[in-house]
């Protein structure tokens, strides 16, 4: 397996040693490039992805990514120029982001919920597509536009893959969380094509839901879902709360997923490079094994992936209050767990 690796800034460097430690326990042959890029290149040089590197990128089997941003660079720079160029570039159309509540962790929710749903977010299109801009700038009169762009082809490809999810998982169910209340013409072609997806999914059930009642139920009443299909913009805030009331942050995993296999995926941690912790060696690698986890599903070696995940449940079911919190003692169990 031919890995890139951009452990990236803040605790992105920390997480992603401890998942390339469980990693290489796990698949010993596996060939690692790392890649130098973020905050402290670009102070550097002012480069954020040459062309010769994205080139290079394209020539491995996946990437595994830490995180990006730095409260030293301007927002936006690094997350635009770098991560979110990754994405459109290497056409990652599924955002797959699984939300799990694993025995023996403590959710920050009232009562015995069961939280087993898997969020696929949109990647490459909506409020993210960079469409829009600043009219009469600097003026009182100045005009802000966000253009959410969201095409036939690009959601068709998106529902249809998680209708295919769903249709393999227990329950068989689908929510399309949106704003169709609102967002008149991306509402009615989100609907029109999860209806006319469904058609070919007769088993698949299929519900509906405002993205603000859906902030309600995922708090109240997560069971209720199972699959969400929903836009990037939706997608990325749904998927923070998702991973807050299923144990934390610290344990939210994420693919970036060219389904037609054409460029390599990407696999990261939901967070971001969380600099009130960084080099404190406190942040949770939970997050960032499990995409191991999901990449190692991507690439066809579910035995390997399996092996990954069981030691993850078996450490969360049994962590000593005392070992969450440090970095490397978590990465260091979950290693021996996973290879042994
Ligand atoms: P964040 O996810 O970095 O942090 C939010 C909170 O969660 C912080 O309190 C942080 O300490 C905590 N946290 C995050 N990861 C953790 C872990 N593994 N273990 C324990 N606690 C953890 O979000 P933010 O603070 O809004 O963003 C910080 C920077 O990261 C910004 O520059 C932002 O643009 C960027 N960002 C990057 C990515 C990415 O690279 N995929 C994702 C989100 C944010
Ligand atoms: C995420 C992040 C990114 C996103 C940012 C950093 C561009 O929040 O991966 O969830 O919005 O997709
Ligand atoms: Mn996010």
Redesign the pocket.
């Known amino acids: 397996m031919k890995l890139a690796v951009i452990p ?1 800034d803040g ?1 992105g460097p920390e ?1 992603v040693a401890e998942g390339l430690k469980v990693l290489t326990g796990v698949i010993p042959q596996v060939e690692i490039s790392t890649y130098d890029l973020g905050a402290s290149r670009w102070h550097r040089t002012g480069e954020l992805l040459p062309d010769s590197v994205l080139r290079e990128l394209r020539g491995h089997d996946a990437i595994l990514l830490g ?4 409260p030293t660079v301007p927002a936006g720079i690094l ?1 635009r120029g770098l ?1 979110l160029r990754i994405r459109f570039e290497l056409d990652h159309h599924v955002n797959l982001r699984p939300a799990r509540l694993y025995p023996g962790v403590t959710g920050p929710l009232a009562g015995d919920q069961s939280i087993d749903l898997v969020v696929v977010r949109e990647g490459t299109e909506g409020p993210y597509a960079g469409a829009g801009g600043l009219l009469r700038k600097d003026s009182p009169h100045e005009i802000a536009t966000e253009v959410s762009v969201n095409t036939y082809f690009g959601v068709e490809r998106v529902v249809r893959n998680a209708f295919e999810r769903a249709n393999r998982r227990a329950r068989k169910h689908l929510t399309l969380v949106h704003k169709t209340n609102v967002l008149a013409y991306s509402g009615q072609l989100w609907s029109r094509v999860v209806e006319e997806v469904s058609m070919e999914y007769p088993d698949v059930a299929v519900a509906y839901c405002h993205i603000d009642a859906a902030m309600i139920y995922l708090v109240t009443d997560p069971g209720r879902f199972d699959v969400i299909v929903t836009d990037n913009l939706f997608g990325d805030i749904i998927t923070d709360l998702a991973a807050a009331v299923s144990g934390g ?2 344990l939210a995993a994420s693919g970036n997923l060219d389904v037609s296999r054409t460029n390599p995926s990407m696999f ?2 939901v ?7 960084a080099g404190t060696g406190t ?2 690698p939970t ?1 960032t094994v499990l995409s191991i986890a999901l990449l190692l599903d991507h690439l066809g070696m579910p035995d390997s992936a399996r092996r990954v995940e069981a030691a993850i449940a078996f450490d969360l079911a049994t962590r000593q209050p005392g070992s969450v919190g440090r970095t490397q003692a978590v990465g260091d169990r979950l290693a021996a767990l996973a290879s042994s």
């Open positions: 990236g605790i997480v995180a990006v941003g730095d997350e991560l942050i610290g990261e941690p967070h971001g490079s969380a600099p009130d912790i942040a949770d997050a």
